[in-house]
């Protein structure tokens, strides 16, 4: 992905930023069909929903940790996009193959906009942290 696209993406934490670049090149190669929807659909959504589920955990933590304000709303938000993914993949189970690629594309679009602003928000909740504590006197 071009650099232009990562800054338009980037929330300042370098690791998170790297996970969401990661993802979202994996749903975009399984909508380009470089990955397994048009063989396994099942497998695809599996795959997906395991790597977005290590990902939403990451940042939980990372939230927890620093105490963010936000937390409760941010978590009911990630819940609510596994169980649509949850969802999706009962119906492939159920032999309902039609949802798969406009589906996909759904899932990009939810994700790009959940880092543009839930995510970047938390971004902004560090760095206001930080700018914070680096304005309070040392403790000697
Ligand atoms: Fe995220
Ligand atoms: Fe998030």
Known sequence: ??????????IGIPSIDKE???LLSQISDV????????FDPLSAFKHLIA???DHF???EQIMILQNYSEIADHIQRHNAFI?????????????DSMISIDKLSFYKSWFLGHITTQDRAFGQFLLHKQS?????????
């Open 20 to 22: 969401h670049l990661f």
């Open 132 to 140: 914070e504590r680096a304005l309070l006197p040392n403790d000697e």
């Open 57 to 59: 955990a990451h940042e």
């Open 31 to 38: 909508i380009n069909g470089e990955g397994l929807v048009r």
């Open 1 to 10: 992905m071009a650099d232009n696209c990562n800054s338009k993406i980037s």
């Open 83 to 95: 169980m649509e993914l949850e969802y999706a993949i009962a119906r492939l189970e159920a032999g």
């Open 51 to 53: 790597i977005i589920r």
